[in-house]
């Protein structure tokens, strides 16, 4: 990623958003979580230690592509579409 599509990321507020919902769809919704989900049973303790190093490992997955020539093709991608469009918005947070 070079610094144009960072700076987009830090003033865009669509795009922080669309990222954000890209994060979590890519990491987790279409991970292991989703397989748990499906199922509809409870999660135990070995259940969400997979869920978690499932979604870690995507989110580096996903960090380690915006990190590269390819995050700036991402990026471009979330200014004009919304990967996840019925999905809510992130709400603006409140950082201080």
């Known amino acids: ?14 795009v922080r958003k669309r990222l954000a919902k890209k994060i ?5 919704r279409d991970g292991v979580f989703e397989d748990f989900h499906a199922r509809g049973t409870r999660l135990s303790q070995e259940d969400v230690k997979e869920i978690m ?7 580096y997955k996903l960090l380690t592509k915006l990190s ?29």
């Open 1 to 14: 990623m070079d610094i144009k599509s960072f700076k987009e990321i830090q003033n865009n507020e669509v």
């Open 24 to 28: 979590v769809r890519n990491c987790f």
């Open 53 to 59: 190093i499932d979604s870690v490992n995507r989110t």
């Open 68 to 96: 590269i020539a390819m995050g700036d093709q991402i990026i471009d991608e979330l200014k004009v579409k919304d990967e996840v469009p019925k999905w809510q918005d992130p709400v603006e947070p409140e950082i201080f």
